[in-house]
């Protein structure tokens, strides 16, 4: 029985639409990957260290089924981001393509490099907006209900296209 991941998109480099839309393809060409749902496509305000000047990125979310291990589904999603030119320079930095998993089935991990559910997930309205647009009666692992953690949240700098 496959998997329902959620997993964020988002870019801000070398047009960010046609980066999400490469995305999306490559990952449902992915043999152990299959796109269930999409949202709509965001536009935010960069998060940035010291004010850094950055373009706005454009977000999206997708519902995923795979047959994939947590690991191996974030190697896969490496080797995507990788291929469309991610360079890992600067934490925050401005990116060609950034793939997060946000929630893995009810799964609750830690290792080195994972966490699930995805820690910052709460505080970027530009991931939970578009992850209530797929599914408004979500109940995240540890953080209870999607639509009670919307309502802490700002549309503040963000913007459906």
């Known amino acids: ?14 047009n960010p639409k046609q980066q999400i839309e490469s995305a999306y393809q490559q990952i449902n060409q992915h043999a152990d990957i299959k796109i269930l749902n ?10 940035t260290l010291d ?7 454009i977000n999206s979310v997708i519902q995923v089924a795979t047959s994939l291990s947590p690991e191996n589904l974030l190697i896969a999603l490496h080797e995507i981001e990788n291929s469309q030119g991610r360079v890992r320079a600067q934490k925050w930095g401005a990116r060609t393509l950034d793939l ?4 893995y089935d009810n799964l609750e991990l ?15 309205n530009f991931v939970l907006v578009p992850l209530s647009e797929i599914n408004p009666e979500l109940e995240l692992p540890k953080l209870g209900p ?3 953690l919307l309502k802490k949240l ?8």
């Open 1 to 14: 029985m496959p998997s329902i991941v959620y997993i964020a998109l988002g870019s801000n480099l070398n």
């Open 38 to 47: 999409t949202s709509s496509l965001y536009q935010s305000e960069a998060l």
């Open 51 to 57: 004010n850094e000047q950055q373009p706005d990125y």
């Open 100 to 103: 997060d998993i946000l929630l």
């Open 110 to 124: 830690t290792t080195d490099n994972l966490i699930i559910p995805h820690p910052e997930m709460v505080n970027r």
């Open 146 to 148: 999607l639509k009670f």
């Open 154 to 161: 700002s549309w503040e700098g963000l913007k459906k296209i």
